[in-house]
């Protein structure tokens, strides 16, 4: 499983010991980390990983306002506090984080927190190509589209990636009530449409899908089960 992590820690030192030991970890093990490291919060500019670690004292700059920008960026990212302070360990339940990490006890607070994430992939996407499996929260998903043998993924991000799968098999993996199919060519997250017309949803970007003739009822149907579930 490929795993996306970004690694804020002001501490060159630090910084180079959590890189470290996510590879010692990719090497050890099934997970593939993929890292990106900054000593200051403000040099990062991609949000779209899977993790962030997070040093909470960044030379003057706060670890809890960096976290903040973090979840605006992407809701979708888990936020996994660092530290060798754990009287901040309390500071850090207002704000929406995922694990938190002692220093000293690095390499077995990141194995726990693994195993936390994988219990929550079973919410996830599962997107596999020949590298790696990567989990994608089903609230990054846009829209599945299948032509020929190949199934897009379309994501909130405005990139795409591509599978060898069929659309009945994405079916089977549906959470409830979140995606509709309008046709035989597209399943779509509901939380991304602002309206069903006749003929066609409408998505949040203003582009449109269409939806068959003999799929109109059930969409509807399927749109005010969502509307009502939420």
């Known amino acids: 499983m490929r ?6 820690d002001d501490d060159a030192y630090d910084l180079k010991r959590i890189t470290n030991e996510l590879e ?6 099934e997970y593939l980390f993929q890292t990106s490291s900054y000593t200051d919060p403000d040099l990062v500019k991609d949000f779209q990983s899977d993790w962030f670690i997070v040093d909470i004292d960044l030379n003057g700059k706060s670890g809890f306002d960096a976290a903040g920008r973090i979840s605006r960026e992407n809701p979708a990212a888990k936020i ?14 207002g704000t929406n984080v995922f694990y938190f990490v002692r220093k000293d006890k690095l390499h077995s607070d990141l194995i726990d927190c693994i195993k936390k994430y994988v219990r929550t992939q ?25 032509a020929g043998k190949d199934l ?72 005010l089960r969502y509307n009502t579930w939420r």
Not at 3 to 8: A, C, G, L, N, P
Not at 130 to 136: F, H
Request: aromatic share 12%.
């Open 80 to 93: 996994i506090f660092c530290t060798s302070h754990d009287d901040l360990v309390f500071q850090s339940f």
């Open 152 to 223: 897009y993924i379309h994501l909130s991000n405005g990139s795409e990636l591509k599978e060898r799968k069929t659309l009945k098999q994405v079916i089977s993996e549906l959470p409830e009530n979140l995606f509709l199919q309008p046709s035989s060519s597209y399943l779509v997250n509901c939380a991304f449409i602002t309206a069903v017309k006749d003929k066609s949803i409408v998505l949040k970007d203003s582009s449109e899908l269409p939806v068959v003739r003999e799929r109109r009822r059930e969409v509807m149907q399927s749109y």
């Open 24 to 29: 010692r970890i990719s090497l050890e093990s």
């Open 122 to 146: 079973e919410n996830w996407y599962l997107y596999k190509n020949a590298d790696a499996t990567t989990g994608i929260d089903w609230n990054r998903i846009v829209y599945f589209e299948v």
């Open 3 to 8: 795993i996306r992590t970004t690694v804020i």
